[in-house]
């Protein structure tokens, strides 16, 4: 019998192209029941339709809802996550009704590890600014835009899974102590990366650099507001790389205007796309990139590879490696 997979058309670039390296496929050259597409329709949310007409889909941004699963002529049998987040779906009702859920956790560990210190670095060397020096004229300026060193300095993670633990061994050589604060983590293992396990509120104010690098949770979102913000130190640093709800964006905002923080990274905003009128555009000690900095072609190929992995295995009758349980 055929088991029938489709990709959903976000991953599509506009030439009509795989927005990852195309010898991703190859994975599916394991199966040959598989007979893969490319979802028809362009949605947001993937509908009771679609999950009627699909034994397997590989999903990036559109949501998969309880409504989803909800009709009895559902054929879906697994939904394969095109990254390591999964809040745009509904876990609990897929796997009430059987439906395997997976996410892509080992491939983006590295690449966004790169991605957090490619933020680290760009705010305490003030590049944005100096680079603006050159383009305006103002050479001569440089000696009133020093940078932050960081062989005397303190890295607080909020999150210390995967890749909170892949942030710590990369920014050891460059830190003078990682600190983390995460109630799910393991001790010895965070020690092992070359960090601390310690408590949320001293990562907010000890930490010369917060970077949130946590799931997107009902217990974390908001979970950088007012109170947290104002924890930290006057000179310190925000960087998000995790999910934008993690923050309120009211709450940063006020931050950064009233010189609370001293700047922030984001990869990730409240709101995606950003609202045009945000004030966090505008801001001189912020740098804001398009939820893409870790996208690089061996990055996508990796995700793309792994996801279509986990449903070659649904469809031998096997359990694939990264199955979330919720």
Same mark, same amino acid.
């Given at each position: 019998?055929?088991?029938?997979?489709?990709?959903?058309?976000?991953?599509?670039?506009?030439?009509?192209?795989?927005?990852?390296?195309?010898?991703?496929?190859?994975?599916?050259?394991? @199966?040959?029941?598989?007979?893969?597409?490319?979802?028809?329709?362009?949605?947001?949310?993937?509908?009771? *339709?679609?999950?009627? #007409?699909? *034994?397997?889909?590989?999903?990036?941004?559109?949501?998969?809802?309880?409504?989803?699963?909800?009709?009895?002529?559902?054929?879906? &049998?697994?939904?394969?996550?095109? =990254?390591?987040?999964?809040?745009?779906?509904?876990?609990?009702?897929?796997?009430? &009704?059987?439906?395997?859920?997976?996410?892509?956790?080992?491939?983006?560990?590295?690449?966004?590890?790169?991605?957090?210190?490619?933020?680290?670095?760009?705010?305490? =060397?003030?590049?944005? +600014?100096?680079?603006?020096?050159?383009?305006?004229?103002?050479?001569? @300026? #440089?000696?009133?835009?020093?940078?932050?060193?960081?062989?005397? #300095?303190?890295?607080?993670?909020?999150? !210390?899974?995967?890749?909170?633990?892949?942030?710590?061994?990369?920014?050891?050589?460059?830190?003078?102590?990682?600190?983390?604060?995460?109630?799910?983590?393991?001790?010895?293992?965070?020690?092992?990366?070359?960090?601390?396990?310690?408590?949320?509120?001293?990562?907010?104010?000890?930490? +010369?650099?917060?970077?949130?690098?946590?799931?997107?949770?009902? $217990?974390?979102?908001?979970?950088?507001?007012? !109170?947290?913000?104002? &924890?930290?130190?006057?000179?310190?640093?925000?960087?998000?790389?995790? #999910?934008?709800? %993690?923050?309120?964006?009211?709450?940063?905002?006020?931050?950064?205007?009233?010189?609370?923080?001293?700047?922030? =990274?984001? *990869?990730?905003?409240?709101? $995606?796309? %950003? @609202?045009?009128?945000?004030?966090?555009?505008?801001? $001189?000690?912020?740098?804001?990139?398009?939820?893409?900095?870790?996208?690089?072609?061996?990055?996508? @190929? +990796?995700?793309?590879?792994?996801?279509?992995?986990?449903?070659?295995?649904?469809?031998?009758?096997?359990?694939?490696?990264?199955?979330?349980?919720?």
């Amino acid at each position: 019998m055929t088991f029938k997979v489709a990709s959903t058309r976000d991953l599509m670039t506009a030439s009509g192209e795989p927005c990852f390296p195309p010898a991703a496929f190859d994975v599916l050259k394991q @199966e040959s029941s598989i007979e893969w597409e490319w979802l028809p329709e362009n949605v947001t949310e993937i509908t009771p *339709d679609i999950m009627a #007409r699909y *034994d397997g889909l590989h999903v990036n941004l559109p949501l998969v809802t309880a409504a989803s699963a909800a009709r009895d002529d559902c054929r879906c &049998k697994i939904i394969a996550r095109n =990254g390591v987040g999964y809040d745009t779906v509904d876990v609990a009702a897929l796997v009430a &009704k059987g439906i395997l859920v997976t996410n892509t956790p080992i491939a983006v560990r590295r690449p966004v590890a790169v991605a957090t210190l490619t933020l680290l670095f760009a705010l305490a =060397g003030r590049l944005i +600014d100096k680079y603006k020096l050159v383009r305006s004229g103002r050479w001569n @300026e #440089r000696v009133d835009f020093m940078g932050t060193g960081l062989t005397t #300095r303190t890295l607080g993670l909020v999150g !210390a899974g995967s890749i909170g633990k892949e942030i710590m061994r990369l920014a050891a050589p460059f830190c003078k102590r990682i600190i983390a604060s995460d109630p799910f983590a393991d001790a010895s293992d965070v020690a092992a990366a070359g960090g601390e396990l310690v408590s949320f509120d001293d990562v907010l104010g000890q930490s +010369d650099f917060v970077v949130v690098c946590c799931l997107l949770t009902d $217990e974390t979102r908001h979970l950088m507001n007012d !109170a947290a913000f104002a &924890k930290m130190k006057p000179d310190a640093y925000y960087l998000n790389v995790g #999910r934008g709800p %993690i923050h309120d964006e009211a709450a940063l905002v006020w931050a950064l205007q009233a010189g609370r923080i001293a700047g922030a =990274g984001l *990869d990730v905003t409240e709101q $995606e796309p %950003i @609202e045009a009128d945000s004030p966090l555009i505008g801001m $001189e000690n912020t740098i804001i990139t398009p939820h893409a900095l870790c996208w690089t072609d061996e990055c996508f @190929e +990796d995700i793309a590879s792994t996801a279509l992995q986990s449903i070659v295995d649904a469809a031998q009758g096997k359990t694939p490696v990264h199955v979330v349980s919720g």
